[in-house]
């Protein structure tokens, strides 16, 4: 069973730091591209960030790139998210996610199908 | 970026009634789409990808279609457990981007 659980979430403050884990189960870590998506309370979801399988490439959104960093540890089968710099608008609940994708005819798709329960974030002073 | 506009914002459903959802992209996403549902207090799950293919596990009155810039969700014999969020989802390019979401309750 594939299983994804994040920890790491809790009170900051404002311009403060705070890196998130997430710990994955249940199939190869080293095969599958990654994700962290929030969602602000009451919201909808946001992508955050995404990192190749070896780690060699990221992407991000414009709202939070030069300020998160994802990365990941595949001999311990982790993803991460450091945060830096955090704002009243980052508070969130932040959900680790693996993308898969699956093949087409004529071009690939690309989903992300199994999530973690989620690591709350509240930045406030 | 791609724009994904999806309505309606809320709907509420009687018992068996079939009802839709609908995701329109700001440009082609060559039915990059995904949809989710989500419940109360718990992490998004994956209904449907690549438009239409239903994935393993989610009841058959599930159903997606669409192409282009324009997708639906159908939910064909509304049940009490379909009440939830429900948000689509482009994979086509990054910045990847969700629907502003569907908030389905039981009429």
């Known amino acids: 069973e594939v299983q994804l659980v994040e920890s790491g979430g809790g009170l900051v403050q404002p311009g403060r730091s705070l890196k998130l884990s997430c710990a994955a189960s249940g199939f190869t870590f080293s095969n599958y591209y990654m994700a962290w998506v929030r969602q602000a309370p009451k919201k909808g979801l946001e992508w955050v960030a995404t990192i190749s399988t070896s780690g060699s490439r990221t992407y991000y959104p414009d709202s939070v790139k030069g300020r998160f960093t994802i990365s990941r540890d595949n001999a311990k089968s982790s993803l991460y998210l450091q945060m830096n710099s955090l704002k009243s608008e980052d508070t969130a609940t932040y959900y680790c996610?693996?993308?898969?994708?699956?093949?087409?005819?004529?071009?690939?798709?690309?989903?992300?199908?199994?999530w973690g329960q989620g690591a709350s974030v509240t930045v406030s002073s | 970026d791609i724009q994904m506009t999806q309505s309606p914002a809320s709907l509420s459903a009687s018992l068996g009634e079939t009802i839709s959802i609908e995701c329109r992209a700001s440009e082609d996403i060559y039915s990059n789409l995904a949809w989710y549902q989500q419940k109360s207090g718990k992490s998004p799950q994956l209904l449907i990808y690549a438009a239409n293919r239903l994935q393993d596990g989610v009841p058959s009155r599930f159903s997606g279609s669409g192409s282009g810039t324009q997708y639906s969700l159908k939910i064909s014999g509304m049940q009490p457990e379909d009440e939830g969020d429900y948000f689509c989802?482009?994979?086509?390019?990054?910045?990847?981007?969700f629907g502003a979401g569907t908030k389905l309750e039981l009429k």
């Open positions: 989802l482009q994979g086509s390019k990054f910045p990847n981007t």
């Open positions: 996610a693996r993308r898969r994708v699956y093949p087409g005819i004529t071009t690939n798709y690309y989903v992300m199908d199994a």
